[in-house]
């Protein structure tokens, strides 16, 4: 923009400098030794300050409506960010505490468990107890009953064998006269024969 605009002064000086030639020389000499130097052109400089203005002045409301609304979301991200922290901290905090609980309750656990096998172990020796205290009675009992019936078989047996032996002894000692004669006491003893 800046060229099109010295570009057009130089076109209208040099038609000026036609009509008077000492001014355009005075210019164009001018020129050359303060805005002509390789790689240093003011109209580019110019052309930037002019498009960089223009830039700012239209761009200036919504960026910085956009930066507004952008360092707003930050904010509140940043807010956000410091409650999470506090939350994630009170977290952290619970659950250390239930960590420290955790070895309460397993020193807890632990003597709980230990009084329920000790209980446990008291019932299952009372119970034994009881189970040979059972177990004794009932083989007393049936000791009783073994000795009573052999006992009674004993005496049968004594009964059978005494009867036996005297029955023995007593062939042994009657002959034929000592039975016809026991016969005979018998007989009499029953009334006689008729």
Do not use: C
């Not at 240093?40 to 498009?51: H, Q, S, T, Y």
């Not at 659950?95 to 329920?116: F, G, M, N, R, Y």
């Amino acid at each position: 923009m800046l060229l099109f605009i010295s570009n057009i002064i130089l076109f209208f000086s040099g038609a000026a400098a036609g009509s008077s030639g000492g001014s355009w020389e005075a210019f164009k000499h001018f020129y050359n030794e303060w805005f002509n130097i390789p790689g240093f052109e003011a109209w580019k400089f110019l052309n930037l300050f002019i498009f960089a203005a223009i830039g700012v002045y239209l761009l200036k409301k919504p960026l910085g409506d956009a930066f507004k609304a952008k360092r707003e979301a930050i904010r509140a991200e940043l807010i956000k960010a410091e409650e999470e922290k506090k939350d994630a901290l009170a977290k952290l905090t619970a659950a250390e505490a239930k960590l420290a609980q955790l070895e309460t309750e397993k020193a807890d656990v632990i003597a709980k468990a230990k009084s329920e096998a000790e209980a446990e172990k008291q019932r299952l020796a009372e119970h034994t107890k009881a189970e040979i205290e059972r177990l004794r009675q009932q083989t007393e009992a049936e000791i009783a009953r073994l000795a009573n019936q052999s006992r009674a078989e004993l005496r049968r047996f004594s009964a059978e064998e005494s009867i036996r032996l005297a029955e023995q002894k007593l062939r042994s000692q009657i002959d034929g006269q000592s039975d016809a004669r026991l016969v005979k006491a018998n007989i009499q003893e029953i009334g006689g024969l008729n």
